[in-house]
């Protein structure tokens, strides 16, 4: 009784370690690059990319801690104060969902054939990498890089819609090589982070539309928040998969 009853202590002063050394992942991978949206007084930030690689590598309660109050410390420091209680919400609702979700369809055994599935979904992310990036992201942009303060710059540059389609080419590449591998299964944590990352997209669109009094000019933003999510994806994939790879007590 005295032995569980210290392993359930020792596991829970884990979780919390582990929680809030991933937020603070978080609000610095929020914070160290962001693009301005001036429709929304919103911002464009690669946050994503270290709350989808949280969630799907220690679970949804994790993921929904770090994701949440790791991404709305960012809002409160980059003076977005007004995101902040949105932001903590919808965050550590995408957190657990691709927390859940990764755990659960990592777990799947079936007859499915996932170098199919994985291709797919391969050219599905790459089209729409091309399609959002030529058509929001190229021309002239104005990009924010470092923390704020002193060390942070503000550098405006251009963008050639070449490099969507070099972005969107390494995607392809990337998830339908993972199908492939002796891992196929990997192919479905795409799957997890899509349903995560529909969720953020949706969820700032009604917070915007309905909090910030915004309406219809809200949809100027989905653009944006859709981008967040496919880099979120090009790098966290990966990531997970290296990590699992040396750490296999992580394997969901």
Known sequence: MVMR????????ALTVSFAAVFTAFVAAATMIFSIYVPVTRGYFNIGETMVYSTALLFGPLIGATAGGIGSMIADLLLGYSFYAPGTLVIKAIEGAIVGYLGRRLYRTKTNVDWKFVSVFVAFAVA???IAIGSRYYSGTTEVSIGFPGATQMTLVLEVPLAFWILIAALIFVLIASIGFSRDPQFSLLVLAVLAGGSEMVLGY???E???????WAALAEVPFNVGQVMVGLLVSIPLVRAVRKRIPSLQG
């Open 5 to 12: 009853l210290q392993a359930s202590r020792s596991s829970g």
């Open 127 to 129: 089209a729409m990498v």
């Open 205 to 207: 669109f009604l917070y």
């Open 209 to 215: 539309a309905a909090a910030l009094s915004l309406g």
